[in-house]
């Protein structure tokens, strides 16, 4: 028992050792990465095809409850549909070339290549948090996006959040502004809530689907600042805020707080509330502003009779529709893992797997013991 109980602890404390010099070593990378992170942002474009992905998940399921004979016969029928489809698809684009040189248009020019390539839907998500990170990659994304995209192709846009900082959802409103500015049309599709900034940002979209329970709206702006000016008075602790400008600071967080700081501070709330209004009314026009810009939410199904959704629906039913009529690709910005990250998800991975061989010999030595 004695010799178990020796070997355990100088087997632990090879573990504890192993496991701090780990975490040091992931910390110092990390805080390296870090420090780097504003010199290698660089990332990349990834494109992944939607319709291949929906063809082979219904090739799957055709295999699945066709015989051999069935699936053969109905492959043969897409074949022959599809170079029917494509003959016909260069049938028009000659049409097409021979209208426009007989009208001394030139074929080349940005019209004619608009009508001779068939439609496009780019496809990119947004899941919003309360800074809305997700805006660093959305700029790429749509950067990619509209230098490709003809007048006649789509936009839709996944998008998940329920708001947070004014700046930084307004930044990322106005880069869907961008689709608007290249004349793109803009589908937004809301599966789970668009509320406070993620309806700032719904608004820019020339059409908004929304599921029956997704919760939109909450026009409105919220603060909330915690004050621990009294708890640090009763220990006789003072604090001392110093501010250059009668409105530098309206409240504070440990100072104490007055009844013209906070007058000040709602009224800058007001103001904040009255450009969100604006800037929803200028997009929506046929918004009753006084019934839908009070804070309230609602689902989407209450949301269509008020005027804030277009249409209910979910976002699958969105692609499936769009895979009948055009190619769909779905785009996302990767952003460059720093030294210090990769290192730290393959170091987190080892360690893990560490702790599993540790346990599994800890229990076999109690059991041989």
Request: with cysteine; glycine share 8%.
């Amino acid at each position: 028992m004695l010799d178990f109980l020796y070997d355990y602890g100088l087997f632990l404390a090879k573990v504890i050792t192993f496991c701090v010099a780990a975490i040091v070593v992931i910390g110092i990378l990390v805080m390296a990465g870090q420090n780097r992170r504003q010199h290698s942002k660089a990332g990349h474009i990834e494109v992944r095809n939607l319709n291949e992905e929906f063809e082979d998940m219904t090739d799957t399921l055709d295999h699945a409850m066709m015989d051999k004979f069935q699936f053969k016969q109905l492959r043969k029928a897409q074949e022959k549909a599809d170079k029917i489809q494509t003959k016909q698809d260069k049938a028009e684009a000659k049409k097409q070339a021979k209208q426009a040189k007989a009208e001394g248009i030139d074929a080349a020019s940005e019209e004619n290549l608009v009508a001779n390539v068939k439609k496009r839907t780019f496809v990119i998500d947004f899941d919003g948090d309360i800074k809305a990170s997700a805006v660093e990659f959305l700029r790429h994304e749509i950067s990619a996006i509209i230098s490709v995209a003809k007048i006649t192709d789509e936009i839709i846009l996944r998008l998940d959040s329920s708001g947070g900082m004014v700046h930084t959802y307004g930044l990322a409103a106005s880069q869907l502004g961008r689709i608007n500015s290249a004349k793109i049309p803009l589908t937004i599709c809301v599966d789970q809530v668009a509320a406070s900034g993620g309806y700032m940002m719904a608004c820019m979209a020339n059409h908004i689907t929304a599921a029956p329970f997704a919760l939109v709206g909450s026009i409105g702006v919220v603060a909330e600042v915690p004050n621990v000016h009294r708890l640090l008075k009763k220990h006789s602790i003072d604090v001392e805020v110093l501010t250059a400008g009668e409105h530098k600071r309206s409240l504070t967080v440990i100072g104490e707080n007055t009844r013209k700081g906070r007058d000040k501070f709602v009224e800058d709330l007001q103001q904040t509330h009255g450009l969100f209004k604006s800037w929803v009314k200028l997009q929506r026009p046929q918004l009753d502003m006084d019934q839908v810009a009070n804070g309230d939410v609602w689902y989407g199904q209450q949301a269509i009779e008020l005027g804030l959704v277009d249409a209910v629906g979910t976002s699958d039913e969105v692609l499936q529709e769009a895979v009948k009529q055009s190619d769909v690709l779905l785009i996302e910005y990767v952003a460059k893992k720093t030294i210090g990250e990769r290192f730290g998800i393959a170091a987190a991975t080892g360690i893990g797997l560490f702790g599993d061989r540790v346990w599994s010999k800890i229990r076999r030595q109690s059991i041989t013991h």
